[in-house]
């Protein structure tokens, strides 16, 4: 655990280098092992494994320069929220899309979060709307923090649950989220 909470990444730019290795705890925790108790085979090969590949993160390099000089005067910045869920966990990522005057684009990551399902069996379709609600967070919070102007948030998910569920105009049922594109 302690390994685990030594990687530094507020950000969530390595997310997908560490969740394999916290389903890795969640997995001993589920069978109830303690502290002391031997860790089975096949949990023990899937961390040394994880354990050898975690030096490789030193080579990771991400520029954070979200406006190369290549582009000329911004004429649009729309920010791309990308979610989605599996069995083991879900997650979204923002990505800072911006246009310039001679119709140039540049994509920059900007920031990611993912989750483990919950010890608790948890519905797909419920994943994939916990993954939604995550990519909408992402959006209020990245556009608290950059201090330029954000034209659109622009919404993506595969997931047919998710979109069925925004369009749902039943009276009795509460909207879990408020969309600003209108492409999701």
């Known amino acids: 655990m302690s390994i685990i909470s030594s990687v530094y990444d507020p950000l969530g730019f390595v997310s997908p280098c560490i969740l394999p290795a916290k389903a890795i705890l969640q ?11 031997e860790i089975p085979k096949c949990s023990e090969q899937k961390w040394k494994t994880w354990l050898e590949d975690l030096p490789k993160l030193e080579q990771f390099k991400l520029s954070r320069c979200f406006k190369p ?36 684009a540049h994509c920059s990551l900007v ?28 959006d209020r919070m990245v556009k608290q923090e950059l201090t330029m102007q954000i034209d659109t948030s622009i919404f993506w998910t595969d997931s047919t649950w998710v979109l069925c569920y925004i369009e749902n105009k039943n009276k009795g049922s509460k909207p879990l989220l408020l969309i600003v594109s209108p492409l999701f």
């Open 111 to 138: 920031m990611a979060k993912s989750r483990l399902s919950p010890l608790k069996t948890v519905t797909i379709p419920r994943m994939e709307l916990s993954a939604a609600v995550l990519a909408t967070r992402l």
């Open 27 to 37: 997995d001993l925790c589920r069978k109830g092992l303690g502290w002391d108790d």
């Open 69 to 104: 000089l290549e582009l000329s005067a911004i004429q649009r910045r729309e920010l791309h929220h990308f979610s989605d869920a599996s069995s083991q966990g879900y997650g979204a990522v923002t990505y800072l899309r911006q246009v310039d005057a001679d119709d140039n």
